[in-house]
């Protein structure tokens, strides 16, 4: 820009060029100016958003780092052994004011030895609380304690299987709590807060030490449902980030919860829909490929290059996302008004609309219909947005998505082929949102094991959800049962199997 109005030529022709290049800088930069206004309004949202008072930050701090400790922590003790009591949660007497349920385990009437009667010198009282939904219980276990009057041989029935050995939670109010901090995103110090109101006293250190340890026990059907997943020819995958307490530092950093969804509804298939989570201090591709080191298949995801290493086996297909691709043309629509990018929307939509055509029918129909209508719609977006790259200028925020979306479609092209691939990678983007509404509350993890608890508890959770099982029910019923159930036949334990034994 000439800054001198001496340095103007007099030639009308140069004058009127130089008008032009102004006109569109200025056009340019006022274009700039409010994406950067944009910009700056959501980063400020996003730090700014959600405010927390210091006292909270703490709450949840030590929240995270309790759930951890118990989580490794071994699930079943050795009675004998002696309990850490710097760790062990302070017990306090069971209200009087709850209602009590009496179960009376009886020796029975005979010894088994000599076949005398038995007399009773006494008994044994365990109070568990219980969760029943809208109320609390104490569920008492009455053992009497009983001598034979021949041999004097002492008889008495054995206390049942728990979910935590010499704790006091029934498996109702276990999965209660389970469910209010990761399906209601209800930190434990706020569940504590709603508890002593009904004249229950439960301290949050108490509440995360429940936590760790259920979700400890739980661990094996979570692996159940990781296995299920990885059995999907198709298999859709994604990450977000959660901030992690360095140790030491007083300061987070940025972890990551991976999900990898199996879900089958759209093409009619007979597999049961479920959804696996692992968490990862850090991003590393090296974790998607532990992750999935055993499957084989096709895996709808974005274009993240820690993928690569999976794709480079052969073992694994990458299918791009179209929703992706829209996304980019959407924020350039609404930043700039530009006609190509919602010109670019409109085609994208015609293929959407194709999709839900189909959706629900067997794999061949929807391969029929993508190649007679889809594949010619598709072919044309992709020739047409070449076109377009070569009209506009190769910097702006338009070449960048048209490029974008040239480079995954390449990748999105397995889809028009396969009738049990999808358009886009949304089912994975949806397992994210619990994720992204809990994060808001609990603000961060307090260690890696307090990572893992969360993994295992939403896969649990989110996979009851997507086969429309109560999961608070479910895992009332788990929790009971888990404890004496067989390893090898955990499979019985899955939320689809609950749901038929309760139909």
Not at 61 to 72: D, G, Q, R, V
Not at 129 to 158: D, K, S, W
Not at 250 to 279: C, I, M, N, S
């Amino acid at each position: 820009m000439l800054d001198d109005a001496q340095e103007l030529p007099n030639d009308p022709a140069i004058l009127k060029g130089l008008v032009a290049s102004l006109a569109s800088e200025l056009k340019f930069r006022d274009l700039l100016i409010e994406k950067l206004k944009h910009q700056l309004v959501g980063l400020r949202r996003h730090q700014f958003g959600s405010r927390s008072e210091s006292l909270d930050q703490l709450e949840l701090t030590l929240e995270e780092e309790e759930i951890a400790l118990a989580a490794e922590a071994p699930v079943r003790q050795d009675t004998a052994a002696a309990p850490d009591k710097k760790r062990q949660p302070k017990r306090r007497p069971l209200p009087d004011h709850l209602p009590r349920n009496e179960t009376v385990l009886s020796a029975g009437d005979a010894c088994a030895d000599c076949g005398g009667r038995l007399k009773r010198l006494g008994e044994d009282v365990t109070e568990e609380l219980e969760y029943v939904p809208g109320r609390f219980v104490v569920n008492r276990i009455v053992r009497p304690r009983m001598a034979c009057t021949c041999c004097e041989t002492f008889h008495q029935a054995a206390l049942p299987s728990r979910p935590i050995e010499r704790g006091r939670p029934g498996p109702g109010l276990l999965a209660h709590v389970l469910v209010n901090k990761y399906a209601d995103h209800l930190p434990l110090y706020r569940q504590s807060q709603i508890f002593q109101r009904e004249g229950i006293d439960l301290d949050r250190s108490t509440l995360a030490d429940w936590v760790g340890k259920s979700t400890a026990l739980l661990e094996p059907l979570a692996d159940a449902i990781a296995r299920h997943v990885l059995k999907g020819q198709a298999l859709f995958a994604d990450d977000t980030p959660v901030k992690l307490l360095a140790p030491g530092s007083g300061k987070t950093k940025t972890a990551r919860l991976w999900a990898y969804v199996r879900d089958e509804r759209p093409w009619a298939g007979e597999a049961h829909p479920a959804a696996w989570y692992q968490f990862s201090p850090d991003r590393k591709g090296a974790r998607p490929r532990e992750h999935l080191a055993a499957y084989e298949g096709f895996m709808h995801a974005d274009g993240y290059a820690g993928f690569n290493d999976l794709y480079r086996t052969g073992k694994v297909t990458e299918v791009a996302c179209m929703a992706h691709i829209r996304r980019k043309f959407v924020d350039v629509h609404k930043s700039q008004g530009s006609a190509i990018a919602e010109e670019a929307i409109k085609r994208i939509a015609n293929l959407y609309g194709i999709e839900k055509e189909v959706r629900g029918q067997p794999p061949d129909v929807r391969v029929q219909a993508r190649q007679s209508k889809s594949k010619p719609i598709f072919d044309d977006l992709e020739a047409w947005l070449h076109a377009q790259l070569t009209r506009i200028s190769g910097k702006s925020p338009l070449a960048e998505a048209i490029r974008y979306a040239l480079t995954r479609m390449k990748k999105l092209r397995p889809w028009l082929d396969h009738g049990f691939l999808e358009l886009d990678n949304n089912a994975a983007e949806r397992s994210m949102r619990p994720i992204a509404l809990g994060r808001k509350n609990y603000l961060f993890m307090g260690s890696e094991g307090g990572g893992k608890s969360a993994a295992i508890a939403y896969t649990l959770i989110e996979t009851a959800k997507l086969n429309g099982v109560d999961p608070q029910a479910w895992l009332t019923d788990v929790l009971a049962r888990i404890a004496d159930h067989k390893i090898n036949r955990i499979d019985e334990l899955l939320p689809w199997r609950y749901a038929a034994s309760a139909a």
